[in-house]
């Protein structure tokens, strides 16, 4: 028989899949996005002095890297799927997470209603049989009530 503190059926299911999600496509390395991203800013700085040594708007300069046109905008928008990428597993992790907990919750109070309802209709049941003892003048053990003669 299993304790009732161990975890549900579905609680395990959802560790699993937890287990799942970490191994599949893990994201970038810390390093290695910080580098990307070192490099992309050195390169937008380098970028946005014109000829003339002025800096173009920022408009511009965000259409370019959001068109996919060169290597540098590819680069921009990797990294930032990336970033979308590890914050969207971040969601699914936690969401798991506060689902396992909120089902826990739920199935430890199940049992606790459970417990009270058994020891509730254990108790009556007692008194139940202690009643009818007396009222047929059937002696019980632990019974103080006189029977009536």
Known sequence: M?????????T????DELSRIRKS???????????????????????????????????????????????LSHRYISIIEKYNYSFSEFTNCRSVVIQSSK???????K???????TTLGVGFSIMLVYAAAHYFEIPMPL??????T
């Open 2 to 10: 299993t304790s009732p503190t161990d975890k549900q059926p579905a």
């Open 12 to 15: 395990k299911e959802l560790i």
């Open 25 to 71: 496509d893990e994201p970038t390395s810390i390093d290695q996005f910080n580098k990307q991203l070192f490099e992309v800013v050195v390169s937008i700085g380098n970028l946005t002095r014109g000829d003339n040594g002025a800096f173009q708007e920022a408009d511009a300069l965000r259409k370019f890297l959001n068109s996919r046109s060169t290597p």
């Open 103 to 109: 089902s826990e919750t739920r199935a430890h109070l």
């Open 111 to 117: 049992n606790l209603l459970f417990r009270i309802l």
């Open 143 to 148: 019974m103080k009530l006189p029977i009536p």
